[in-house]
């Protein structure tokens, strides 16, 4: 009996590990189209202020920072699949039910520009590992 159990879980085990292998090699990064977007950007606002948006391969996390560069309130996460268009940008397209369709285009390694539907384009800068903004502090202190 417990051969059995055994034997069913390791089955479970490769087929997880296989069913992982092919969401691997299916990511938009592992293809090349969202390689150049991965990382954190920030978009510095007229205020002081700036949002910063987390490009990963299934997803984009918009978060506010203060003028301070502190976070200012929780992040919000969308999950998107991505779409290399003819001109050379990337179209994000929601796959949940948060979230607008966005065009990415990177120019140089620590520029981009980001356009949602209807809105201005917005210039963002590449954050840097070492710049990254700390935590807001819930004792406001």
Do not use: C
Not at 47 to 67: E, N, Q, R, W
Not at 98 to 107: I, K, S, Y
Not at 114 to 127: A, K, S, Y
Request: hydrophobic share 40%.
């Amino acid at each position: 009996m417990h051969i059995l159990r055994f034997g069913a879980a390791l089955i479970g085990l490769v087929m997880l590990v296989m069913n992982m292998g092919e969401a691997v090699a299916a990511a938009p990064s592992a293809r090349g189209e969202s390689a150049a977007v991965i990382g954190s950007w920030i978009d510095k606002l007229p205020d002081g202020s700036a949002m910063m948006i987390t490009f990963t391969p299934y997803a984009v996390t918009f978060h506010t920072l203060d003028t301070r560069g502190l976070g200012n309130g929780p992040p919000t996460t969308i999950q998107v699949s991505y779409a290399k268009q003819n001109n050379g940008s990337l179209m994000l397209t929601p796959t949940g039910e948060v979230g607008e369709p966005m065009a990415v285009r990177v120019n140089g390694p620590d520029v981009m520009v980001i356009q949602f539907e209807g809105m201005q384009p917005r210039t963002l800068v590449r954050q840097k590992e070492e710049e990254q903004p700390k935590p807001a502090n819930p004792h406001g202190k």
